[in-house]
């Protein structure tokens, strides 16, 4: 117990750092994420036969392969083409893994909206985009949120993969410490810890977004 008390307190400057930068890789890849999602949910949408299979490719590729042998593929394989640094290639992996998931909760939302609405929308003379803009996504979005929280929280845990492509992040600290003192009950106990009271701060985040959006959560 004393060697956890010391090198919890001795390494708090180190995990501040190392919780700063999972932050950094958590909210850079899950905005990318949301971005990825919501065009592969429209192009799921399509009434073109051939961009509705290339998103079920995406999709099914993603979801049908482990988390970090695409982070490795991805840093491995791209950098042989373009420079990119251990940040960017992590944060470019998670946000195309966690993509393909937030893609299936766009679309669920959208397509849980009353068809009569568009319907109405375009009867008042709206175009598809705007009525899409103005009267289904917002809508939509309310629905989305509590499935999104839950893939935002495992982004935030999938994070600690990156570990492996050298990025100092909570996990990659911890792994480091274990190695160089031989205690690793401690060191993954105090990442545990770490990781523990981020996804508190994520959850009730996400609660406080929800109340304020009315989604019925309450």
Do not use: C
């Not at 290639?89 to 893994?97: E, K, Q, S």
């Not at 909570?170 to 105090?190: C, D, N, P």
Request: aromatic fraction near 12%.
């Amino acid at each position: 117990m004393n060697a956890f008390v010391e090198i919890f307190v001795t390494s708090i400057a180190g995990f501040a750092e190392a919780t700063w930068m999972t932050l950094r890789i958590t909210v850079a890849s899950l905005l990318l994420a949301s971005l990825i999602g919501l065009m592969f949910a429209f192009m799921k949408l399509s009434p073109r036969r051939t961009v509705r299979l290339l998103a079920d490719g995406y999709i099914g590729l993603i979801r049908g392969t482990p988390l970090i042998v695409q982070i490795m593929w991805l840093y491995f394989g791209i950098t042989h083409f373009l420079v990119l640094s251990k940040f960017w290639a992590g944060v470019l992996a998670l946000a195309i893994h966690s993509g393909a998931y937030i893609a299936e909760i766009f679309r669920g939302a959208i397509q849980s909206i009353d068809r009569g609405q568009m319907e109405a929308a375009q009867s008042l003379g709206m175009s598809y985009p705007l009525a899409m803009r103005r009267i289904i996504l917002p809508q939509a979005f309310k629905r989305a949120i509590p499935p999104l929280g839950n893939q935002f929280i495992i982004g935030l845990k999938d994070s600690s993969l990156v570990a492996f492509i050298g990025v100092s992040e909570i996990f990659q600290l911890s792994m480091s410490g274990a190695a160089a003192t031989f205690k690793q009950l401690e060191y993954y106990t105090i990442a545990g810890l770490y990781y523990l009271l981020l996804v508190v701060l994520f959850t009730l985040l996400l609660r406080r977004i929800e109340r304020h959006l009315d989604t019925g959560s309450r």
